[in-house]
C-alpha cells in the first residue's frame, strides 16, 4: 500500500534494505536481493535491528503508548 516507501526508506536508513524503482522489473529485484543476501555488513545490520526490537518489544514501551493512544481515542 501507500506506505511501502516509507517503509522502504526506514529500512534502507537502517542498512538493511535497498530501495528499488516501483517499476523495476523482476531481474533488478533478483539481483538486489542476492547482494543483499551476499553482504555481511547488511547481515549484520539486520541482526542488531532485529536485537532492537526485541528489545523494545520486551520493555513494554511500545504496548504502553499503543494503550495511550486508544485510550486517547486516537
Known amino acids: 500500500g501507500r506506505d511501502q516507501p516509507d517503509n522502504a526508506a526506514r529500512a534502507a536508513r537502517h542498512g538493511v534494505a535497498s530501495v528499488l524503482s516501483p517499476r523495476a522489473d523482476a531481474g533488478a529485484v533478483a ?21 532492537r526490537v526485541r528489545a523494545e518489544v520486551a520493555s513494554g514501551a511500545l504496548l504502553a503508548e499503543l494503550e495511550g493512544v486508544a485510550r486517547a481515542g486516537g
Open 31 to 51: 539481483d538486489a536481493v542476492r547482494r543483499l543476501l551476499h553482504d555481511a555488513d547488511r547481515r549484520a545490520a539486520a541482526v542488531a535491528l532485529g536485537e
